[in-house]
């Protein structure tokens, strides 16, 4: 697919998505099982639950309906909140993210785990587990997101409702 044309539905999307008062986080066109899937994360402030998720789907549907002939023959469309191990799409994606850790998968088939110290000119510095620092050209990441990470003093409970005696 050209790509000239994708960043022109995806510009197109955003607004869409803008106009109905989400935040657009971005986009990935991608495979998986077979299947080609058009995802869009999305979120606002308060958080994003299934009915905006709901909202924004039908949104893009009806501007999408009207660029089929651009988009691969079959695919499904995906809206979706960030979660807790968001992607980072923007060099302001990662400038908000500074002293997170993150997952990095380069063009070049690597992947590392690396602790995200600066932002800036188009590139990274990231700090790896073994505490090397390394810059990052932007141009060659393929794909990162942050790792959730509990964090400390943070309790896990859960109310347990009492069962019913029969």
Known sequence: MDSVRLEEIYAEMKKCIETEGYNCAGFELVSECGMNILRAYIDMPGGVDLSDCETVARVITDYLDTVESALPDRYYLEVSSL????????????????????????????????????????????????????????????????????????????????????
């Open 83 to 166: 979660g807790l191990e968001r992607p980072l799409f923007c060099m302001e994606d990662y400038a908000a993210q500074c002293g997170k850790k993150i997952a990095i998968n380069l063009k070049s088939g690597k992947k590392l785990e690396a602790t995200l110290c600066e932002a800036a000119d188009d590139e990274i510095v990231v700090i790896d587990k073994s505490g090397g620092k390394r810059t990052i050209a932007f141009e060659d990441i393929r794909k990162a997101n942050l790792i959730y990470e509990e964090e400390s003093g943070q309790k896990k409970s859960f109310k347990k409702t009492p069962r019913k005696k029969k």
